[in-house]
């Protein structure tokens, strides 16, 4: 069983960041974050592999930034110019041969 701790979420004024964080309990392949609006479907926002490749949804990018500490077995989402339509709660993913959730964490950006 995979821990998963996120962190950074809150209220912010359109234009504005946050830095969202997930460490996990152990080690992990890929690690992503999804989002998920009120009456959408979850959605990828970015995943970065093992070896640190990228890969962003079309929204977000030049926007958003994924990064990983492997040493601390923790997966960042800095958010920059953040726009009302960036509001949901963003849930950290991890596959360690297993996929494992975070428990989300609320982003709620105001107009």
């Known amino acids: 069983q995979v821990q998963l701790v996120e962190s950074g979420g809150g209220l912010v004024q359109a234009g504005g960041s946050l830095r969202l964080s997930c460490a996990a309990s152990?080690?992990?392949?890929?690690m992503g974050w999804y989002r998920q609006a009120p009456g959408k479907e979850r959605e990828l926002v970015a995943v970065?592999?093992?070896?640190?490749?990228?890969s962003y949804a079309d929204s977000v990018k030049g926007r958003f930034t994924i990064s990983r500490d492997n040493a601390k077995n923790t997966v960042y989402l800095q958010m920059n110019s953040l726009k009302p339509e960036d509001t949901a709660v963003y849930y950290c993913?991890?596959?360690?041969?297993?996929?494992?959730w975070g428990q989300g964490t609320q982003v709620t950006v105001s107009s």
């Open positions: 970065i592999t093992s070896g640190g490749s990228t």
């Open positions: 993913n991890v596959n360690t041969g297993r996929l494992y």
């Open positions: 152990r080690s992990a392949f890929n």
